[in-house]
Antibody, heavy 121, light 106 residues
């Protein structure tokens, strides 16, 4: 069965960076894009962007350009998201999610369990 | 960005029918999807592309609409349906989500 297993919670200081992982299993990793979504109580769900797991090509929501960097390691079927220059506004639960074979094709049928990032000095 | 507007909360009795609306600030064709989220859990896809039932989702859930106005219907509502329901559009870039409708059971 399809599973997306995310790395554990992170506590980071302002100005630092964190890198979250999302390990996929149960399907051909390079056949589906992986998207990342931010969830906060105040702002709700925000779409960060997606990565083409086959080519490494990316597409970012303008709001997250310069904040998030998406990469993949095909050898381990793992997608990564690095968040840089962290501020308290980056504190959130971050999800990886998989939809259809192409971005926007349908909804996100599979989600990771979420990674809580807390930014505090 | 495409703004999706949902009513904040609804309260219904078990066995009743409930409709949750989502209005888009611009057309999204039929690329509207619906999710259920319970506290401490990730969202679960219920409906994709406006009216298609996701795998394993009970037929009590249905979706309709196109363009800018969409509806998620639950009929009949069960106690386990207590949750927040989000709409999401994937027609315009970037994808956007509604703020969610919290469904409570009386």
């Amino acid at each position: 069965q399809v599973q997306l297993q995310q790395s554990g919670a992170e506590l980071a200081k302002p100005g630092s960076s964190v890198k979250i992982s999302c390990k996929a299993s149960g399907y051909t990793f390079t056949s589906y894009y992986i998207s990342w979504i931010k969830q906060t109580t105040g702002q709700g769900l925000e779409y960060i962007g997606y990565i083409n797991t086959g080519s490494g090509g990316t597409n970012y929501n303008e709001k997250f350009k310069g904040k998030a960097t998406l990469t993949v390691d095909k050898s381990s079927s793992t997608a990564f998201m690095q968040l840089s220059s962290l501020t308290p506004d980056d504190s959130a639960v971050y999800y990886c999610a998989r939809g259809g074979r192409y971005p926007g094709q349908g909804g996100f049928a599979y989600w990771g369990q979420g990674t809580l990032v807390t930014v505090s000095s | 960005d495409t703004v999706l507007t949902q009513s904040p909360a609804l309260a219904v009795s078990p066995g009743e029918r409930v409709s949750i609306s989502c209005r888009a600030s611009e057309g999204v064709n039929s690329y509207m999807h619906w999710y259920q989220q319970k506290p401490g859990q990730q969202p679960k896809l219920l409906i994709y592309k406006a009216s298609n039932l996701a795998s394993g989702v009970p037929a009590r859930f249905s979706g309709s609409g196109s363009g800018t106005d969409f509806t998620l219907t639950i009929d009949p509502v069960e106690a386990d349906d207590t949750a927040t329901y989000f709409c999401q559009q994937s027609w315009n870039d970037p994808n956007t989500f509604g703020a969610g409708t919290k469904l409570e059971l009386k």
